[in-house]
Each structure stands twice: as structure tokens, then as C-alpha cells.
């Protein structure tokens, strides 16, 4: 088992990261790609990575990135406008790049990153100007991490969700991964949720896509299609913890534990090798590979 996205700075994971890993491990568990969203979680995931190494050697990795849906974050809590938007997406660019030259050893890929044209429209009030600037600050970032992940030589752990019914932030994605990788960027589509139109495209880009807890949710049809769409050889698992806590979790009203956590991933598999019919050894063995293919450093020590 592998999960190839997890944020393992953040409440309640952080707190339980001991026991959580211990769980995991003991099972068959055998890597997790952390993944960071911005300067407030760099120094705290790195450490977390480093005794993680210690305890468990190999099993767990390091993504730097900057996550789409900080800057309407930002935006918000400093009344950002016009061209301040761009400078502040230039700084957390600045920040990150700072943190990546100094550890650049440590890091195995380059996430979470991308685009999100849904969190503004869905839990925020800003003017169309606004809208569409900040889309401009996220793709001016995300530029900048695709030209320094074919520099650098690493995958990225990409974010693309758009509002229903469009295909606008994921076509912008993948035009923006096509001018600045050349062919050349490797990567997983993290938690798609977009059509299957969209999904031959990123699948004919080379791309991996990554599946969550989504697939055990009764709501989650969409993805269960998008599963059935995708082949094996791109397949990779993921909790996106402490979110997304799978169906049996959720269900269970007095469940000790609430959050996504890395041991789901057995559930995770479990729906999925029922979707695919496919046995859960060989989708555990095949997706494990392609874990490796992806995200693994050949140098690492
Ligand atoms: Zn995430």
C-alpha cells in the first residue's frame, strides 16, 4: 500500500503521526508522499519527514508546493487588489524557492500544486475582476513550479478541480504543463473529479491520477466512472488525510478516529479492486510500482 497524498502537518494527523504510521506500517503499508501547501507547513512537515525516516526508512517522501487556494486565502484576510494579488503570489513563489534551495536534497517532488477555480466560487464573494486575477496568480505560479520541476527533474502532485460542468481549470492546467513540461513533467493528478473527456487528456499526457476516499462515497459516482476510465498502470491511491475519511469512517458515529489517515488506503483499495475487478494483491502490487516509478528518487539514500 502506498499514499501518494497526505498532509501530514496538519490536525488532528500531526498529533497522531506515531500511532497513525505504526498502523499503516504494520499492514503492508510501504510509502506516503507528504505534501505541503505553503511556507506555514514547509519547516514543520520537514521535520516530520525526517524522524518519520528515522523510525521507518524509505516509506516516506517529500513534496514541496504551493497550494492554489492559498492565495484566495490571502486575498481575503488582507483585502488584496489588482496588482498586490500578483506581488504576494510572487512572494509565497519567493518563500517556497528559498525553503526548496535549502532542502533541496530532502525533496521528492514538487506539491501540491495547480489550479482550484471552485473554492472562490464556492465559499467566497469576490467581484469577476477579483476571480480572474486570482486565476492569473494561480497560473503564474503554477508556471514557475512546472519550469522548476523540469529543471529540477521531479514530479508534481497536481490539483486541478473546477466548478460544475466546466472544464475551464483543468484545460488550463494541462496547456500550462504542456508549454512549460514540453512533454517533459511527471506527475499525478491528485483527487481528479472532472469529466472523462478531460481525463483521455491528461492520461495521454503521460499523467497519473490519484484516488481517494471519494470512490467509497455514495456521492462519489463521478470518480468510480473516472476509476473505471483509467488504466491500471496509472493508478495511484491516496487519503489526502486528514481529509476525506472514507465511507466506513464517516459512518461510524463514534469512531475513535474521524480523519483520513494512511490505514484507509486498505479501504481505498478494497472499493477499488471491486470497481475494476481486479484482485486487491495485484492492484496493491502494480499501483505500489507505479508509486515508485513516479515519486521515488533512484539517489535517495
Ligand atoms: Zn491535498
Given at each position: 500500500m502506498h499514499d501518494s497524498h497526505i498532509h501530514i502537518s496538519m490536525s488532528p494527523l500531526k498529533e497522531n503521526i506515531s500511532e497513525d504510521m505504526y498502523e499503516f506500517t504494520s499492514s503492508n503499508g510501504k510509502h506516503i508522499l507528504i505534501q505541503t501547501t505553503d511556507i506555514s507547513n514547509y519547516q514543520d512537515s520537514l521535520e516530520i519527514y525526517s524522524s518519520l525516516s528515522k523510525g521507518y526508512p524509505k516509506v516516506a517522501d517529500l513534496a514541496l508546493g504551493i497550494h492554489p487556494s492559498r492565495i484566495e486565502d490571502c486575498v481575503t484576510k488582507n483585502n488584496l487588489e489588482g496588482t498586490e494579488i500578483f506581488k504576494y503570489a510572487q512572494k509565497q513563489y519567493n518563500l517556497f524557492k528559498d525553503f526548496f534551495e535549502k532542502n533541496k536534497e530532502e525533496i521528492s517532488a514538487i506539491g501540491e500544486c495547480g489550479l482550484d477555480y471552485y473554492t472562490m466560487e464556492q465559499y467566497y464573494n469576490f467581484s469577476k475582476e477579483t476571480k480572474e486575477e486570482i486565476k492569473e496568480a494561480q497560473r503564474r505560479i503554477f508556471s514557475k513550479l512546472c519550469k522548476l520541476a523540469v529543471k529540477e527533474n521531479l514530479p508534481m502532485s497536481i490539483h486541478a478541480r473546477d466548478i460544475r460542468d466546466s472544464d475551464n481549470c483543468v484545460k488550463d492546467t494541462l496547456k500550462i504543463l504542456a508549454k512549460?513540461?514540453?512533454?517533459l513533467i511527471r506527475g499525478s493528478f491528485h483527487s481528479y473529479t472532472g469529466s472523462i473527456k478531460m481525463l483521455s487528456q491528461i492520461l495521454d499526457l503521460g499523467m497519473y491520477v490519484g484516488f481517494n476516499g471519494i470512490i467509497t462515497y455514495p456521492s462519489g459516482g463521478n470518480v468510480r466512472e473516472i476509476l473505471q476510465n483509467t488504466p491500471i498502470e496509472r493508478i495511484l491511491f491516496e487519503t489526502d488525510g486528514p481529509f476525506l475519511p472514507t465511507q466506513s469512517v464517516r459512518k461510524k458515529?463514534?469512531?475513535?478516529k474521524k480523519y483520513g489517515r494512511p490505514m484507509l488506503i486498505k479501504e481505498i483499495i478494497e472499493k477499488a479492486s471491486e470497481i475494476k475487478n481486479i484482485p486487491f494483491e495485484k492492484l496493491e502490487t502494480i499501483t505500489d510500482e507505479n508509486y515508485i516509478t513516479l515519486f521515488m528518487k533512484e539517489d535517495r539514500p
Open positions: 512549460e513540461g514540453n512533454g458515529k463514534n469512531a475513535k
